[in-house]
């Protein structure tokens, strides 16, 4: 029975590197046995710390300090933490894009904050809503604790925001002293164009959190991330975790085989997924042309798909699975678990033949959801 996964967000085991893994844990397990029998403490890995931080410093060209770095189980553990460390009671605010990461979502209700979402457009979060919100939340009194946001590759919409919008973000979250977490998680899924810098490179003396994930360039199954916050704030952060450390393990692995450089794995990785991004965009393009818009987007693991307003989301997602295909609605990202007229394709780990077969099958399942057979009423995808 043929399954169309496009629910869950993965890497790619096609390109899975199983023989350079393999010789690189050989190699971590005979220099640093001894060390697996000890904590690895708040820091984690010396020498992967090291590669990260070399590695934002050539990406971001500014100095990067590996002290003020911190690896995590996984991106998601840096989100949970830095909720926990900057919250001071129940119903503090948190400005986010209207859509985000579903995870986010539930980490940040699930510890008491109150998530305030802004309108987005195909450059991400609208800075115009977002100056018109901080404004309104001045007035009644209430200050965010911070602005979470998801600027590169966004998670679920694809969206990259420009340096002149990061630009405008850094100087509202200035004016009205907000911290800024940047999660940066998809940074290395990089498609094509120039790279934009992180926001902590552009304002390397505001208050800023950065959080990277080695899971989206690698394997998930690794649950490798990290922080990156200056004093006080980095201090702050991993006070606030209890598990006595990352994976070391799997750390001195990493760091053996990233001691050549992450630019080397990303270069055999990308091909791949920029060829299935292509092969559902064209599948999409030959198939629902005339009544959905979609991202195309220049990095990450994602497109989000605009549906006609009169599709019952509720018999697609019946019918889809009927059908085998699988995808996340958009009510799963949004702030308020709203059901809009949206899902999300993840296609970094499906087989080529399995995304063209799925397009048309998705296809039918849209058509079959409808209650008219309008044309499409919108050109953009917001």
């Not at 998809?186 to 950065?210: E, N, R, T, W």
């Not at 980095?234 to 760091?255: C, H, M, P, Q, W």
């Not at 050549?260 to 060829?275: F, K, N, Q, S, V």
């Not at 399942?365 to 209650?371: G, M, N, P, Q």
Request: aromatic fraction near 10%.
């Amino acid at each position: 029975m043929t399954v169309f996964d496009f629910a869950v967000g993965q890497t790619n085991p096609e390109t899975f590197p199983v023989a350079e893994f393999q010789a690189a844990a050989q190699r971590a397990i005979a220099k640093e046995h001894e060390a697996f029998n000890r904590y690895p403490g708040l820091r984690g890995h010396e020498g992967l710390r090291r590669l990260m931080a070399e590695r934002e410093s050539l990406r971001e060209g500014v100095e990067v300090d590996p002290e003020c770095i911190a690896l995590m189980n996984g991106s998601m553990q840096a989100v949970t933490l830095v909720g926990q460390a900057l919250r001071e009671r129940d119903g503090d605010i948190v400005i986010t894009e209207e859509f985000t990461y579903s995870g986010t979502i539930e980490a940040y209700k699930g510890i008491g904050l109150k998530l305030v979402g802004i309108g987005m457009d195909e450059h991400g979060m609208r800075i115009d809503l977002l100056e018109e919100k901080l404004s309104e939340l001045a007035a009644s009194g209430r200050k965010p604790r911070f602005i979470y946001t998801l600027t590169m590759y966004q998670n679920p919409t694809g969206t990259c925001m420009p340096e002149a919008r990061k630009t405008q973000l850094i100087e509202l979250a200035r004016h009205y002293e907000i911290p800024v977490v940047e999660d940066n998680c998809y940074g290395d899924v990089h498609f094509q164009g120039d790279l934009v810098p992180a926001m902590f490179a552009m304002d390397p003396y505001g208050d800023h959190i950065y959080i990277g994930s080695l899971s989206k360039i690698f394997a998930p199954g690794v649950r490798l991330g990290y922080l990156y916050a200056k004093e006080p704030r980095f201090s702050e952060i991993t006070a606030k975790r209890f598990d006595a450390g990352s994976n070391y393990f799997a750390a001195a692995v990493l760091a053996e085989f990233y001691k050549e450089g992450i630019e080397e794995h990303a270069e055999r990785t990308t091909p791949a997924l920029i060829r299935k991004r292509d092969l559902v965009v064209q599948g999409l393009e030959d198939n629902l042309a005339d009544i959905c818009a979609w991202s195309r987007p220049v990095g990450g693991l994602f497109l989000w798909v605009r549906l006609p307003d009169d599709v019952d989301m509720q018999k697609l997602l019946s019918i889809s699975a009927d059908a085998n295909f699988f995808f996340a609605p958009g009510s799963n990202f949004h702030i308020e678990a709203r059901e809009v007229p949206y899902l999300r394709l993840a296609f970094g780990h499906v087989p080529d033949d399995l995304i063209v077969q799925g397009m048309s099958v998705l296809a039918n399942c849209i058509v079959k959801a409808r209650t008219s057979n309008e044309a499409r009423s919108f050109d953009s995808l917001f």
